[in-house]
């Protein structure tokens, strides 16, 4: 770490989370039982995964901690908000996601944690009934409400520095529009003038967040940071984001599984995906205009990695649907089924299945872990907008469509930005091509 430029992870960092659901709790509770030698971070490449740097003679493979200065696990003070009530203990139990004997071992440190009021409009997630909410005038009062609580939060726990992580419930779509969305004056000038239609309480934490000097990143697949006004903030105080979306289960298999296909130049005529899902992440996506935002989060996978101008023999026109079911019996166990029709020499058909039976928020906990670090230390090395290197554990990378930028969607091609990130921040040379 020697020739790192970036600045050391000195004191506490405070990761605050928006929603202390399902997968919040799974992630608090694990670097919790991970602090105290009970459990281990499984999943996560902060923790486990060793990249190359240097090349030749020089050549040696390294935890990324030895490459840039990560945040120790032992540093991280949690907060959250919610709309409801529960202390991340009662919801880690309601969530059933955990046995109670890796949940019991942290019982203290989890009833600590309890939620703030939530910045929430029951529009955008009418599924949704708590009463630990904020009572706010407008969505400008809604955001300086935010504030406040990131600033007391900053000195009741005396962290150094503050990453707000978003894991609440998927809100409805939210279409970027011109006229509120891609100019900063717009955007607060609607927020003032209570624009309810435009600005999603997701925006306010967001917003909030930034210019309280804290990274802001989007688990869900919700527009918040994905708009230019949102970007024009950053380069005013100088702050990453990222999002979108937890690339956990079926779409994590699609962009691993798709390079397949497209590598041995083998044809697609489909790829149908469904999902059965029972926890309160399935119940809220059952509503359409909320699943809405999870579709055209989850289609936008296959169109960059299989690409029709580039082999129209091969990909023009194939068919792409995404469903999710809400199925109260398998609660968090997500099952993922996906079947592809695919065509090989001489135009012959041939099918792949592909069944995934996952833990959905078992699968998403490490992300944020990784997120949430990679995030301060983006910060810390004065990384500013949209961290694309992140789009690794994103199902919908951020990109600037305003300029025709296409995502890049490829698990294999986000690896080799990941790994090409940490080894600059490092002062290394960032030498991988992507081919
Ligand atoms: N688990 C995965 O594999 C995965 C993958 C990608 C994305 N996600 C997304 O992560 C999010 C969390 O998933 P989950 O399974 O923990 O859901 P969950 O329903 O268990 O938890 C979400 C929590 O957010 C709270 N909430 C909603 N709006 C809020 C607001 N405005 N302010 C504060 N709290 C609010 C809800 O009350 C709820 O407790 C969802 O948006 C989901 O789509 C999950």
């Known amino acids: 770490m020697a020739n790192s430029n970036v600045k050391p992870a000195t004191g506490k960092l405070g990761i605050m989370v928006v929603g202390l659901g399902a997968v919040s709790t799974t992630f608090m509770t694990g670097v919790l039982m991970t602090r105290k030698g009970l459990a281990k971070p499984v999943g996560s490449m902060t923790q486990y995964d060793k990249i190359r740097v240097g090349r030749g003679a020089e050549k040696k493979y390294l935890p990324y901690k030895d490459i840039a200065p990560i945040a120790d696990l032992k540093d991280i003070v949690f907060a959250a908000w919610d709309v409801y009530p529960a202390n991340a203990y009662e919801s880690a139990i309601n969530a059933e996601v955990l046995k109670e004997k890796d949940i019991n071992p942290v019982k203290d440190e989890l009833m600590a944690i309890k939620p703030l009021k939530a910045a929430f409009d029951k529009n955008y997630a009418k599924r949704l009934d708590g009463d630990n909410v904020k009572t706010c005038k407008d969505r400008w009062d809604m955001m300086e409400q935010v504030r406040e609580d990131i600033r007391n939060f900053k000195k009741e726990s005396g962290v150094d520095r503050v990453v707000v992580l978003w894991a609440a419930s998927t809100e409805i779509y939210v279409a970027p529009n011109k006229d509120v969305h891609y100019k900063l004056a717009d955007l607060e000038k609607a927020m003032k003038d209570n624009d309810t239609a435009n600005i999603a309480p997701s925006m306010c934490y967001a917003y909030a967040a930034l210019r309280e000097g804290a990274p802001f990143i989007m688990g869900a697949p919700n527009t918040t940071v994905d708009i230019p006004a949102i970007w024009e903030l950053c380069e005013e105080v100088k ?26 130049m083998l044809g697609l005529n489909g790829w149908f995906s469904t999902n ?26 296959l169109e960059s990695i299989l690409v029709a101008d580039e082999q129209p023999d091969l990909y ?43 833990r959905d928020s078992i699968l998403a906990a490490p992300l944020c872990l990784d997120l949430c670090l990679l995030m301060d230390l983006a910060a810390r090395a004065g990384r500013v907008g949209t961290q694309r290197f992140l789009s690794f554990f994103l199902k919908s990378p951020q990109h600037d469509y305003t300029q025709g930028e296409v995502p890049v969607n490829h698990l294999f091609q986000q690896y080799v930005m990941l790994k090409n990130a940490i080894r600059e921040m490092g002062g290394y040379e960032a030498d991988e091509e992507i081919d």
């Open 239 to 264: 702050m990453p984001i990222a999002g979108k979306d937890f690339k956990t289960g079926q779409t994590l298999v699609k962009s691993g599984f798709a390079p397949i296909i497209g590598t041995r």
């Open 316 to 358: 023009t026109d194939y068919y792409h649907k995404v469903r999710i079911n809400y199925y109260p019996p398998r609660n968090d166990n997500k099952e993922g089924w996906d079947n592809i029709d695919i065509f090989g020499w001489m135009g012959y058909p041939m099918q792949i299945k592909i069944n995934f039976l996952c």
């Open 276 to 301: 059965i899902l029972g926890n309160r992440d399935g119940l809220v996506l059952d509503e359409p205009a909320n699943f809405r935002t999870k579709e055209v989060s989850k289609l936008s996978t």
